[in-house]
């Protein structure tokens, strides 16, 4: 069974994104891919917390 998924938009500056993206880069990502990361490991670590 197939996960409905959902999208987050973020509006950020130029300048953060270019960078975010050369960041992205050199862990051989793509700047969404390492944005869900970032994501995910933000909310189980708030989450984590508290409990």
Same mark, same amino acid.
């Given at each position: 069974?197939? /996960?409905?998924? $959902?999208?987050?938009? #973020?509006?950020? @500056?130029? @300048?953060?994104? /270019?960078?975010?993206?050369i960041l992205a880069k050199d862990q051989n990502r793509t700047? &969404?891919? #390492? &944005?869900?990361? *970032?994501? *995910? @490991? !933000?909310?189980? /670590?708030? !989450? $984590? %917390?508290? %409990?």
């Amino acid at each position: 069974m197939s /996960e409905e998924k $959902k999208r987050l938009t #973020l509006l950020i @500056d130029e @300048d953060i994104f /270019e960078k975010f993206k050369i960041l992205a880069k050199d862990q051989n990502r793509t700047a &969404g891919n #390492l &944005g869900t990361k *970032i994501v *995910i @490991d !933000y909310v189980k /670590e708030n !989450y $984590k %917390n508290e %409990n």
